[in-house]
């Protein structure tokens, strides 16, 4: 099970379009696929589920929020029945593979602030025993899911880097960050670079000093897959001259990045999310040139992995 | 290391060294057995200012001045460079197309100069500075 987060700390950068779509292709190649939505925006959620249906079955019980929250009379202690199976999807997949959901919940943003509290102590070793807890908070919940039963989780991350967003890089394996090809998006890359690294560096430093042998303070070492660049412009068969300086630097800074890019279309992308099934199933027949794209994309992360 | 920046002739030993390290064994082998051949051009020119061609004209000094710019430390450092130079607005522009830098025709020279500086030495000081910062 490849767990992947995809995170930037720029919003509006086409995260939850790349995720949506990325799962989606996987998905269709056969795959078993988890994504869980992180973002209290709820937008990968609202890609995939109709939010009257959402507000009314899955709300109040079933969303990532239960996972996370420190009240009893909220908190869901297994993962597996957060899982959602969204319809239309599905449908569209035609039983080639399974692409599942675990749904946010716009109050997400106020579970930080519950987390925050569970933070602390009274010496170093409980501070840093409590640190391990809280940011093991999601690894734990995946953990509970057997092996066998997804191929891919997708973890769709807040644009920011609160103690969610964490858990997510301490339960991943994988960074996966989209950017668009201009001046703060890409230079949100940097910052998410260090604070990866200094997650990293903390996390691992807490788990050694802990002295347990215990599976819970193994260390992490999340790999940063590499930077895809979204809605990118196209003139003459080729990204414009301010995209493409954009990815050069990028590229010259050392990063790994994808050569394929997801286009700019909003005619297509703005769209897709209402009818429940992404760009890159709904238009495999008619925009082969868009799908084609993403397919690429996904082509790339399945040699990285 | 950061180049003498004047100084041309030992940036084009590094980029003739950089050369030799990149051929294949294949084509050493063609050089050993005389099948291929590199050669050196000598090209008389006609003024002899410190740069004393049309920088526009000349993809190698065009590749060397950009070389030596990316090597540079700061924005001081690019100033003082730059105004060694003593650069016109085709060379300017010759240089944003080397590099793919969008430009217009309304851009000044303060703005091409800026457009330069950003591409090839602020991006990488920024990035820098964001991760040294945290």
New interface residues.
């Given amino acids: 099970m490849h767990i992947i987060s995809v995170i930037n700390y720029k919003g509006g950068v086409g995260k939850t379009t790349l995720t949506a779509n990325i799962a989606a292709e996987l998905a269709y190649r056969g795959h078993d696929v988890l994504m869980v939505d992180l973002d209290p925006q709820a937008s990968l959620t609202f890609s995939f589920i109709e939010p009257e249906w959402w507000r009314k079955e899955i709300a109040v019980n079933k969303t990532i929020k239960n996972w996370f929250s420190t009240k009893k009379r909220e908190r869901c202690k297994n993962f597996n029945q957060l899982i959602l199976s969204p319809e239309a999807v599905n449908d569209a997949l035609d039983g080639r593979g399974r692409l599942d959901l675990v749904s946010s919940h716009l109050d997400l943003i106020n579970v930080d602030l519950e987390l925050a509290t569970e933070l602390g102590g009274v010496d170093m070793k409980q501070i840093g025993e409590k640190f391990v807890k809280v940011h093991r908070r999601l690894k734990e919940g995946l953990d509970q899911i057997p092996d066998e039963a997804y191929d891919f989780v997708i973890i769709d991350c807040p644009p920011n880097f609160n103690i969610v967003t964490k858990c997510a890089i301490v339960a991943s394996q994988y960074v996966l960050i989209p950017a668009k090809a201009d001046y703060l998006s890409?230079?949100g890359i940097?910052?998410l670079?260090?604070?990866v690294q200094?997650l990293v560096k903390d996390y691992n430093d807490f788990c050694a000093k802990a002295d347990d042998d215990d599976d819970e303070f193994l260390p992490i070492n999340p790999e940063l897959l590499g930077v895809v660049f979204t809605m990118v412009q196209y003139y003459g068969g080729l990204p414009?001259?301010?995209c493409?300086?954009y990815i050069?630097?990028t590229r010259?800074?050392g990063n790994s990045v994808f050569d394929s890019y997801m286009r700019e279309n909003k005619t297509l992308y703005a769209d897709a999310p209402r009818s429940g099934v992404p760009v890159v199933l709904g238009f495999k027949r008619n925009r082969a040139d868009v799908v084609r794209e993403i397919e690429n994309i996904v082509d790339e992360l399945e040699v990285k992995l | 290391m950061l180049y003498d920046l004047n100084n041309f002739y030992l940036i084009e030993i590094e980029r003739y060294i950089k050369f030799l390290k990149s051929l294949t064994p294949a084509q050493l082998a063609k050089l050993d057995i005389g099948d291929a051949q590199i050669s050196f051009i000598f090209d008389e020119i006609a003024c002899c200012d410190v740069f004393p061609v049309n920088h526009a004209d000349n993809n190698l000094v065009m590749e060397s001045i950009l070389e030596s710019i990316s090597q540079l430390e700061s924005k001081a450092e690019f100033d003082q460079y730059f105004k060694s130079l003593g650069l016109k607005r085709k060379d300017l522009e010759a240089l944003c197309r080397a590099?793919?830098?969008?430009y217009t025709k309304r851009d000044n020279m303060s703005a091409l100069k800026d457009k330069l500086y950003e591409?090839l030495v602020g991006?990488?000081l920024?990035?820098r500075a964001?991760?040294n910062d945290?």
Avoid: H, V, W
């Avoid at chain 2, 590099?99 to 969008?102: E, G, H, L, M, T």
């Fill in positions: 890409t230079m940097d910052y670079k260090t604070s200094k414009i001259n301010a493409r300086q050069d630097q010259e800074l | 590099k793919d830098i969008p591409r991006f990488k920024r990035s964001i991760q945290n």
